[in-house]
């Protein structure tokens, strides 16, 4: 369909990390959608204003260990199991827990350093995305907040924003928005109008007039406005992230 790309679960870069006494087939994997760390390819550095989208599961007591970033805006998408989460943005040592159906903000801004990793019982599955700022700097700044289960899956969400005042991060990036939604067997939904987006199917299986079936890691990249419509074909959890 013109103006419209199917990118398979399996053409992602795959990082694992080390093994650990835990954790012999190592204690992450992550699944990169661009061009990340050692991976690198000229035709896959971002989309819109998307530096990073990486699809992550990491084992139960493990984590990444404090490290800065600076001049991005990093949202986190939890898919399952508990995220937890400390920086330099909060006013205290606390750690944050986030939960399925939640979303995590983190603007950078003039710098900020965090950790995080899952709970000790269980792995934690979560979608970061991280995104181009209108301009640099700034304080850093952090914010989480979820949805209803049953407003999930009536329409879509907006999670994070530029311009939407409903959604729970504002974004530093205008013209960017995250939407979420979650479908049963056989309901649908319309794409969220806008001039270009990507849109990646981060649980179950779907089909897209014109465009056939999506299975589980797979997105679309649209160019084009293209509102398609998407059935899902078993329980389904898609995040849509539209450019104007």
Do not use: C
């Not at 939960?99 to 003039?110: D, R, T």
């Not at 999930?152 to 994070?160: C, E, F, I, P, R």
Request: proline letters at 7%; aromatic letters at 8%; zero cysteines.
């Amino acid at each position: 369909m013109e103006g419209v790309e199917v990118r398979r679960s399996a053409d992602r870069f795959a990082t694992v990390a080390p093994a650990t006494p835990d954790a012999a087939e190592g204690w992450a994997l992550t699944r990169h959608s661009f061009s990340f760390g050692e991976h690198y390819d000229p035709d896959r550095v971002g989309f819109g204003s998307l530096l990073a989208l990486n699809d992550e599961t990491v084992r139960a007591g493990t984590g990444y260990p404090e490290h800065t970033h600076r001049d991005v805006e990093i949202v986190t998408w939890v898919v399952s199991g508990e995220l937890r989460h400390a920086d330099t943005a909060h006013p205290d040592d606390s750690v944050a827990t986030i939960e399925p159906g939640e979303v995590q903000g983190l603007s950078a801004g003039s710098g900020v350093t965090h950790a995080e990793g899952a709970a000790a019982d269980a792995d934690v599955r979560f979608v970061q995305t991280w995104i181009r700022p209108d301009a640099p700097g700034g304080t850093p700044s952090y914010v989480v907040g979820g949805f209803k289960p049953a407003y999930l899956a009536s329409t879509w969400v907006a999670a994070a924003s530029g311009s939407d005042p409903t959604a729970v991060v504002d974004l530093r990036s205008r013209g960017t928005t995250l939407w979420v939604t979650r479908l049963e067997t056989g309901e649908e939904r319309t794409l969220p109008a806008s001039a270009s987006a990507y849109v990646l199917l981060a649980r179950g299986a779907v089909d897209v007039d014109g465009v056939g079936p999506l299975d589980e890691g797979d997105a679309l990249e649209l160019t084009v406005p293209a509102p398609l419509r998407v059935v899902a074909r078993e329980p389904a959890e898609i995040l849509a992230w539209t450019f104007a």
